[in-house]
């Protein structure tokens, strides 16, 4: 069982009730016939020794739980309701990029042309043809074997292929994550990036907020910013500014469109969050630790003897005699070099169940999206908070994210990597085309378009300790945000953005933080940044950048010369 297809949504066994073949749960004779030919194409592909079509009641739920506990690849966390730790193979722990393909006749349909010598960054193109031999030296007969190890995966021959053109997936290998919850990154970020440029909409790597002031005026946020950089904690934070309240629409992904009003209205195509769980506590992100007390997997989390979870910055006091077992199934104490749990172990859990769910989360209509926040983990030289000049400027800003690496992919080490909207793992297609997709959307007749902004709450000092609190004092950047959308003249300019006027974010009750720290724009720095960005842009967009973000750097350049 070392394959997730997505053209086949299969169970290769399963306890007597689920493995009655193709009949069973849900009427396969009820499946469109084109549908039910592809599950019989896939079954002849992998031979499994059932099919199982889902029908999602929670009577199939239940079974499906049982029989993983069985296979021994769940475990009872009886400390809560219904909750459960899977253990991964020590191989199969995050998204892998390098695996991850675009399958398009012509290559530049797929990724802009890389100038030689450099490495390619913006998503791998693989031919048709090398698909179809990946396929075969892959599928044939794979649901046939019982499983080799404890996991479900083969990590020499992960493959998660993309074919924009037939709307498809094919994922092999992988039992994490975004390589294996299909209907996540691999559909509702690239397919549907890829749909969204072909039908004039936004399908894009953003948290969805709303956020109402204590006059009661409300507003709708949605920020961009890489894999485990703070996009579940800001929405669903808990204001540190009194009368202040934030409700979540969504975590991860938005998908969104122009309404007849022109206004940008957006949705979360998700059901749950699939969140990081290190570092969440009833401190950082209360609503997140509501969320997984019932109904939740967690993944390569550690474990308490007294049936519940760890991990670190998990700031819950130490109960005496309680022992713990770390990811890897190993005894852990306080204090081993080696973390508890995986840095990208995760928490899976009902949208439904967070506190704080916004009226209108599950609205078809969407939410109307008054400002975009871009960001990243930037230690130096990036101010807390910008505002873009406009569209244009913003989008450049978008393009020209840089952030440290972290845990949720394979890369190594805290290299600065460029991840332009946060999307550099997700392209559907060229990354140029999506740069000139994202300024056409800004030329719309009649779109009334949300404010741009870039934010960093990952500022560190000399000493390395970060100069901003984040978390719930995150709502005082959105609160200076909220009045720039009604049009409040509480900012300044410098060369990179407009930033808050002294006096202008609240930093009452924060002793220690000052403005200055906050708001570093500096030439040295931004000239090197400049540079380095100049570089990125020929070395991995070349001629398919938009020349109106060359433009863009130019101006930016001209702006820090006369400073
Ligand atoms: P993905 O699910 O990978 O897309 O991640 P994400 O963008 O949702 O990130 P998440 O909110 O899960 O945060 C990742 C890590 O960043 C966690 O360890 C958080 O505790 C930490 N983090 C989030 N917000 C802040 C903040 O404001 N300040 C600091 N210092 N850390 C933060
Ligand atoms: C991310 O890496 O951005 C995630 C986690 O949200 S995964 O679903 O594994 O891609
Ligand atoms: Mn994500």
Not at 17 to 39: D, I, W
Not at 177 to 190: D, H, V, Y
């Amino acid at each position: 069982m070392h394959a997730a297809i997505a053209r086949l949504g299969g169970c290769r066994r399963g306890p007597p009730a689920l493995a009655r073949g193709l009949r069973a749960g849900a009427e396969a004779g009820a499946l469109p016939p084109r549908v039910q030919a592809f599950v019989e194409e896939g079954a002849r592909l992998c031979q499994p020794r059932a099919v199982h079509v889902c029908d999602g009641s929670e009577a199939e739920g239940a079974a499906l739980l049982a029989q993983l506990q069985d296979d021994g690849l769940l475990h009872p966390l009886p400390k809560y309701e219904n909750c459960w730790l899977a253990r991964t193979d020590p191989r199969d722990v995050a998204r892998v990029e390098s695996r991850t393909v675009l399958v398009t006749e012509r290559e530049r349909d797929a990724v802009p042309p890389t100038a030689p010598g450099a490495t390619r960054q913006l998503g791998n193109w693989m031919s048709p043809a090398a698909l179809e031999q990946a396929v075969q030296e892959r599928f044939p007969g794979c649901m046939r074997e019982p499983l080799v190890s404890q996991w479900p995966c083969n990590p020499e021959k992960t493959l998660v292929a993309h074919v924009p053109d037939r709307r498809e997936i094919i994922s092999f290998g992988s039992g994490y994550g975004g390589n294996s919850l299909l209907g996540k990154k691999c559909f509702a970020l690239r397919i549907a990036s890829r749909l969204a440029r072909d039908e004039g909409w936004l399908a894009e790597h953003m948290l969805i907020l709303g956020i109402t002031d204590p006059e009661g005026r409300k507003k709708y946020v949605a920020a961009a910013f890489p894999s485990a950089c703070g996009k579940t904690n800001l929405a669903m934070l808990t204001p540190a500014l009194p009368g202040w309240r934030v409700e979540c629409v969504g975590d991860d992904i938005a998908w969104m469109k122009f309404g007849p009003d022109g206004r940008l209205r957006a949705i979360n195509p998700e059901s749950g969050f699939f969140g990081v769980a290190p570092g969440t506590s009833l401190r950082t992100n209360a609503n997140a630790m509501h969320t997984v007390q019932r109904n939740t997997i967690f993944t390569n989390v550690g474990q308490s003897s007294d049936g519940g979870v760890y991990w670190e910055g998990l700031e819950l006091p130490t109960t005496p005699g309680v022992t713990f077992t770390s990811w890897l199934g190993k005894p852990w104490s306080p204090g081993d070099p080696e973390p508890c749990a995986h840095p990208n172990s995760r928490f899976c859990a009902p949208a439904r169940q967070c506190p704080i769910m916004d009226p209108a989360w599950e609205d078809p209509q969407g939410v109307p999206i008054d400002a975009i926040i871009f960001g990243g983990r930037r230690p130096q030289g990036v101010p807390l908070v910008f505002e873009a000049f406009n569209w244009r400027h913003g989008v450049f800003v978008g393009s020209a994210m840089r952030s440290e690496a972290t845990a949720a992919a394979e890369h190594a080490g805290k290299q600065l990597l460029h991840d332009p909207f946060a999307m550099r793992p997700f392209f559907g297609y060229n990354a140029g085309q999506y740069l000139a997709h994202w300024l056409a959307m800004g030329e719309r007749a009649g779109a009334r378009l949300p404010r741009l902004f870039h934010v960093n709450w990952f500022l560190r000092d000399a000493a390395g300790r970060f100069v901003w609190p984040g978390f719930g004092h995150n709502a005082r950047v959105l609160a200076w945000v909220c009045r720039r959308v009604d049009g409040e003249p509480s900012a300044r300019p410098t060369p990179v953005g407009l930033v808050p006027r002294p006096g202008a974010l609240d930093l009452a009750g924060l002793p220690g933080v000052a403005y200055e720290d906050l708001f570093p724009v500096e030439r040295p720095f931004w000239e090197h940044e400049a540079r380095q960005l100049r570089r990125y842009f020929d070395e991995h967009f070349g001629p398919d950048l938009p020349p109106e973000l060359t433009a863009e750097l130019e101006a930016l350049e001209g702006r820090l010369k006369k400073m």
